[in-house]
């Protein structure tokens, strides 16, 4: 157990859908990752938030959106959901030390299996 | 934008015995960290091993080593003693130093065989 909680586990909605996933780091982890992994484009990373601000983008679409809230909890908000959307969506969680560098090892989530049909 | 690249997409080794996996990446950077990740059928990646470029010594991690070839850019990850446990996904993955995001291979499948 690596101490990263998602849920839900796994989602089945339809296209033109909306849907919320959630992601708690481990205990002290200031920083969350969220990364989809699909057949076709592997993994990839999307958005990093630490301690309430976004810190950085990957190939994130305009549809999709995240925030980290004051108890550092994550949400991924998917919308206008197609078909291709379907993946495995992994949150990470990582410390980051004074100086602004991440204890390099991040911790994945068990991840939340999505569906659109 | 950093590329890794593992070539092989499938690799079965007997119980007991050695496999070895390749990574090749392409940075112009020189300060970054390398990691070998795990994703067993039960979905969960896991973090195997991690190397520093900075650091010359090989690391290792019990029955996990890396062979780290800076100048060729290749990152090869050995599993001594194979079991049946090993038996996953392996991506390898890059980071730049102070970027905090893992750019991955597309992964090999290593099916450790009885």
């Known amino acids: 157990d690596s101490g990263v909680t998602q849920t839900p586990k796994h989602l089945i909605t339809a296209t033109g859908q909306r849907v919320t996933l959630r992601c708690s780091p481990r205990s002290g982890d200031l920083s969350v990752y969220w990364y989809q992994q699909s057949l076709d484009q592997g993994l990839q990373f999307l958005i990093h938030?630490?301690?309430?601000?976004?810190?950085a983008k990957g190939n994130i679409l305009e549809r999709f959106s995240a925030q980290q809230f004051p108890d550092l909890h994550s949400e991924l908000n998917l919308s206008s959901l197609e078909l291709g959307d379907s993946a495995l969506y992994f949150c990470?969680?990582?410390?980051?030390?004074?100086?602004?560098?991440?204890?390099?090892?991040?911790?994945f989530g068990q991840g939340t299996r999505l569906t659109v049909v | 934008a950093q590329t890794v690249t593992q070539s092989q997409p499938e690799m079965s080794v007997q119980e007991a015995e050695t496999v070895t996996l390749s990574c090749t990446y392409d940075?112009?950077?020189?300060?970054?960290?390398l990691f070998w990740y795990k994703q067993p059928p039960s979905r969960q990646m896991i973090l195997v091993i991690r190397q520093e470029a900075y650091k010359q010594q090989n690391a290792t991690e019990n029955r996990f080593s890396v062979n780290f070839q800076k100048a060729a850019k290749s990152f090869s990850l050995k599993i001594s003693d194979s079991q049946l446990g090993d038996t996953a996904m392996y991506f390898c993955?890059?980071?730049?130093?102070?970027?905090?995001?893992?750019?991955f291979g597309a992964g090999t499948t290593v099916t450790v065989r009885a």
């Open positions: 940075t112009s950077e020189s300060n970054y960290y």
């Open positions: 938030y630490y301690n309430g601000e976004e810190r």
């Open positions: 990470a969680s990582s410390v980051m030390d004074r100086r602004g560098w991440m204890n390099t090892e991040a911790f």
């Open positions: 993955a890059f980071m730049k130093q102070g970027d905090y995001k893992l750019s």
